[in-house]
């Protein structure tokens, strides 16, 4: 698939090459300014692919800023102070994936143990190809949610993104919120609530 992508970027950088030098030689005919048509001829090949790099990335980091973040609404020493002897009682559920939705939106709900589920919602595309990423633990006796990440993705590559899969240039898998890695901060609240740490 990779040596496709290139052949392809290949034939069309020499068609905008072709178009650039034929902009080029049609000014110095005319007696017009060959800079200005071979760099606006560029310009419009560039666009062609790529009209939408720069509003998705603008996108991308204006939602990154404004709602993308981590927030622990009860700690798990909050927690049991409020359940005493309870989480001593829990035991790690087997991994076990409920699925609500399909396509590009959808839920997943794994049950940790007797008391807390990682609750994932997937949500897109939106706009320019912006995809929602909320993860959440939350009490499943009385739906508290204990901690909440929001993040979002314009990757292109994956299955989801359609005809636009291709365009790899417009990959940015997530914001710069370090706790969706394992050894980040919501790796580390998932496992305290998932009854690995008491």
């Not at 739906?143 to 993705?153: H, L, M, N, P, W």
Request: glycine content about 10%.
């Amino acid at each position: 698939m990779g040596f496709v992508i290139f052949m392809v970027i290949g034939a069309y950088l020499l068609i905008s090459f072709g178009v650039m030098a034929w902009a080029i030689s049609y000014a110095k005919k005319s007696g017009k300014g060959a800079i200005r048509w071979g760099m606006g001829a560029a310009l419009v090949m560039f666009l062609i692919p790529c009209w939408d790099w720069i509003p998705t990335v603008v996108v991308h980091k204006y939602y990154c800023e404004k709602e993308a973040g981590f927030w622990v609404y009860k700690t798990l020493e909050q927690w049991k102070v409020e359940n005493p002897g309870v989480m001593e009682t829990l035991v790690e559920n087997p991994i076990s994936i409920k699925h609500v939705g399909n396509g590009n939106d959808f839920t997943d709900t794994i049950e940790l143990n007797q008391r807390f589920a990682h609750v994932h919602r997937f949500k897109g595309p939106l706009k320019f190809n912006l995809w929602r990423i909320e993860t959440e633990i939350r009490d499943i006796k009385n739906g508290e949610v204990i901690a909440r990440e929001i993040d979002f993705s314009t990757s292109q590559e994956r299955r989801r993104a359609g005809w636009s899969g291709w365009k790899f240039w417009l990959d940015s898998e997530r914001c710069s919120v370090e706790s969706h890695r394992d050894n980040g901060s919501f790796g580390k609240i998932t496992t305290q609530f998932g009854g690995a740490i008491k």
